[in-house]
């Protein structure tokens, strides 16, 4: 049996990419964090969209190359979602993390005290499915300040390489 892949990665088509940032609706000057942000496929659109941004990448070498594409546009953070500090002040996340952090990433987001205003995620349909139901993880206690939504459903054609599951957006906004 081959050994775990120790960077799981699936990069996010160009176009797929510019119509998930479209659908988050960022507004200019927003601060925003692009969690497993590879070599910048979402980066480039959120900047354009005029996002303040805070690009998380842990494999080095793409750290490395979304500060050479991106310079002083944006802050790069090299680090693993899990030991991520999070803002202080309010902020959106638009995403294409690793699936296999999904439920670390979600529990810090939505932990209590968390200034996220709301989040645009691509993940595992299966995952994006149960965090938009009451059957999610400590549920009773976030669901007080966020909702959860399914958004739009990713083709295995919006990746390189396609993934071996289906993805789908899982939207979270904080509640009025």
């Known amino acids: ?104 990433l979600l529990r810090r987001l939505l932990q209590p005290g968390s200034r996220l205003a709301g989040a645009d995620l691509v993940l595992e349909e299966a995952a994006a499915r149960r965090w938009s139901s009451p059957a999610a993880p400590s549920h009773a206690r976030w669901s007080r300040a966020f909702t959860a939504s399914l958004g739009r459903p990713l083709p295995s054609t919006a990746f390189h390489p396609p993934p071996d599951v289906r993805a789908r957006m899982l939207r979270i906004r904080r509640r009025p």
Do not use: C
């Open 1 to 104: 049996m081959a050994p775990p892949r120790r960077w799981g990665w699936h990069a996010l088509d160009r176009r797929w990419a510019k119509l998930l940032v479209a659908d988050a609706r960022i507004s200019p000057g927003t601060l925003t964090l692009d969690i497993g942000a590879g070599t910048g496929a979402l980066t480039g659109p959120l900047l354009d969209a005029g996002a303040r941004l805070i690009a998380i990448e842990a494999h080095p070498a793409r750290a490395a190359a979304l500060r050479r594409r991106f310079g002083s546009t944006i802050v790069v953070v090299q680090a693993d979602a899990a030991d991520l500090r999070l803002p202080r002040r309010p902020y959106r996340v638009v995403a294409n993390p690793p699936f296999a952090i999904t439920t670390a």
